[in-house]
């Protein structure tokens, strides 16, 4: 979860003066231009470091600063909400993969919003101020992404985080899994409590069904690991 929102400074300041002064039309395209590039650079390297290089959506880490490798994301899209341009919890930096295929739905329960939300349950997905990633989206290994809540359905929809195909797995990811899937059975086992043994048993049942998914393939193409 970033911990700390971008603060502008004055020169920065006097930009967004004028965003608030343009009209509703000027201020859909107003982050596109010439002189919010110092803006969308500090923002950038701001959340960056802020962030440890990890996209907020797929969680994948890349140590660059590249402006076309990563985008500063508006959370709730400029396209609808232009009045959020620079809010600060309205920012973060996802990798141009996440910020493709999230692009401009709606992320919040309450289109008509005023005023920016102050409150995670304002927003249908993982915001990355206001939720733990790990409460809502539970990644093994680098590719498999299972949804632990409402937020994380959301999430993985909007995102696409379903986009990374089981080809990429292989033999290590299949490894992983299972060692997850003891990992969760001991945690099942260890607690007699129906409450606290929903979310092992949620996460065998997926790794289980994502383990098999996985034998299939390599069963497939040969390249089962002899046991
Ligand atoms: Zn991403």
């Excluded at 797929?58 to 899209?77: F, K, L, M, Q, S």
Aim: glycine content about 4%; some cysteine; overall charge positive.
């Amino acid at each position: 979860m970033i911990k700390q929102p971008v603060k502008f400074g004055d020169e920065h300041n006097k930009t967004i003066n004028l965003f608030s002064a343009s009209n509703k039309e000027e201020k859909k395209s107003f982050w596109q231009r010439d002189e919010v590039e110092d803006i969308r650079k500090f923002a950038r390297e701001h959340y960056l470091l802020q962030q440890s290089y990890e996209c907020c959506f797929c969680g994948r880490v890349n140590p660059t600063d590249r402006a076309n490798e990563w985008n500063v994301e508006h959370i709730v899209p400029r396209a609808t909400h232009p009045q959020f341009t620079f809010e600060p919890k309205n920012l973060a930096v996802v990798c141009a993969a996440c910020n493709g295929f999230k692009s401009d739905q709606n992320v919040l329960h309450n289109k008509s919003v005023k005023r920016y939300p102050n409150k995670k349950e304002s927003f249908a997905i993982v915001h990355p101020h206001y939720d733990e990633y790990n409460d809502n989206i539970w990644r093994v290994g680098k590719f498999i992404y299972i949804p632990i809540s409402t937020k994380g359905v959301e999430t993985i929809h909007l995102c696409k985080l379903t986009r990374f195909g089981l080809d990429l797995l292989g033999v290590d990811a299949l490894e992983q899994v299972e060692e997850e899937i003891e990992e969760q059975m001991k945690s099942y086992l260890e607690t007699s409590d129906k409450k606290e043994r929903e979310l092992p048993l949620l996460k065998i049942q997926a790794l289980t069904d994502i383990k098999f998914k996985i034998t299939r393939r390599l069963r497939r193409s040969g390249r089962e690991k002899v046991r």
